[in-house]
């Protein structure tokens, strides 16, 4: 058994309790689903931009059991010229391969993140 993290990200249009709801859930499910392999989720890290403030996207995705886990939350660091309206995701697991496989998760205005992973 292996663990290792896979990483995520999704942007939102609006600073609202339901995009942001919607978002991470969607970010959250995807991960999973581009990942069979998973045996079991050790936690979860998300974070957001600053200008992310009307809803928690740790309490959407605990909330919905999409993926029940410890999740933690924090803030990005404010950068000049930072993607802005952006969740991101650090997911935990386990595994009985060693991750090499892992799909990384990049949605949305996020793509621009890393677009050598995004979907």
């Given at each position: 058994?292996?663990v290792?993290?896979i990483?995520?990200?999704?942007?939102v249009?609006?600073d609202?309790?339901?995009e942001?709801?919607?978002?991470s859930?969607?970010?959250?499910?995807?991960?999973?689903e581009?990942?069979p392999?998973?045996?079991d989720?050790v936690?979860i890290?998300?974070?957001?931009?600053e200008?992310?403030?009307?809803?928690?996207?740790?309490?959407?995705?605990?909330?919905?059991g999409?993926?029940?886990?410890?999740?933690?939350?924090?803030?990005?660091p404010?950068?000049?010229?930072?993607?802005?309206?952006?969740?991101?995701?650090?997911?935990?697991?386990?595994s009985?391969?060693d991750g090499?496989?892992?799909?990384?998760?990049?949605?949305?205005?996020?793509?621009?993140?890393?677009?050598?992973?995004a979907q």
């Open positions: 058994m292996r290792y993290a990483r995520g990200a999704i942007t249009d609006a609202t309790e339901e942001i709801t919607e978002a859930v969607e970010l959250i499910r995807k991960i999973k581009k990942n392999e998973i045996k989720v936690s890290v998300m974070s957001t931009t200008d992310i403030r009307s809803f928690y996207p740790a309490r959407a995705v605990r909330e919905s999409v993926m029940p886990a410890p999740i933690f939350s924090c803030k990005e404010e950068i000049d010229g930072a993607l802005k309206l952006c969740i991101r995701a650090l997911v935990t697991v386990t009985d391969d090499a496989t892992a799909s990384h998760v990049y949605l949305g205005g996020a793509k621009e993140l890393r677009k050598d992973l």
